[in-house]
């Protein structure tokens, strides 16, 4: 596939999943961010999905605890609950992404860098698409949250040196998902 195919498959598919969205009733916006967001100069083949959907009040749990939507834009082979905020997830045709449900009063403390409103129901601030703040987020560190974080910096490391960016690619490989195996160790003794 040509990066040109790849860039516009990526396009198409966050696309798709605005539309699948736009069937619930409780979908509000699909955000776009990084390279699928204001930055589609970055857009290129070894790119993948990041984006937040945001869902009325009170829904939120509804659509981490289902994501169907989010397959019913294409077979998904694999996906990992990475926050309690939402997955990360591979499809069956190789894209990869990240994703969070927010709900409208969460968002305005969200951490994220400025993206787009890919799809939006009628009435949805463009302003959505921004941060208003950038607190930093922690939370305990799980067996299952630790081995997913080591396994999907492995696929990014390694989607990093096809690109080309070696430097990156090893700082994901053997920096950031060591690390996640040093922390998961003295979890997985204890048990």
Not at 18 to 42: K, M, P
Not at 67 to 96: C, E, M
Not at 115 to 138: E, F, I, K, N, S
Not at 139 to 147: A, C, N
């Amino acid at each position: 596939m040509s990066a040109m195919d790849r860039r516009e498959l990526l396009l198409r598919r966050l696309d798709d999943i605005g539309r699948a969205l736009s069937q619930t009733d409780a979908a509000l916006a699909l955000i776009g961010l990084g390279s699928v967001g204001r930055e589609l100069d970055r857009l290129d083949e070894f790119s993948d999905l990041d984006f937040f959907v945001i869902v009325e009040s009170g829904h939120k749990q509804a659509f981490i605890d289902d994501p169907s939507w989010l397959g019913a834009a294409h077979p998904l082979v694999y996906q990992f609950r990475n926050t309690a905020d939402g997955y990360k997830f591979l499809y069956a045709d190789g894209i990869y992404g990240e994703m969070a449900v927010f709900d409208p009063d969460e968002l305005a403390t969200a951490a994220y860098a400025p993206g787009r409103l890919v799809w939006a129901r009628a009435g949805v601030p463009d302003a959505w698409a921004a941060p208003a703040t950038w607190p930093p987020r922690r939370s305990p560190p799980t067996v299952e949250h630790l081995l997913g974080e080591a396994l999907t910096n492995l696929y990014v490391g390694l989607t990093r040196f096809r690109r080309g960016e070696k430097l990156s690619a090893l700082r994901f490989i053997q920096g950031y998902a060591v690390d996640r195996v040093i922390d998961l160790a003295p979890l997985m003794a204890a048990t």
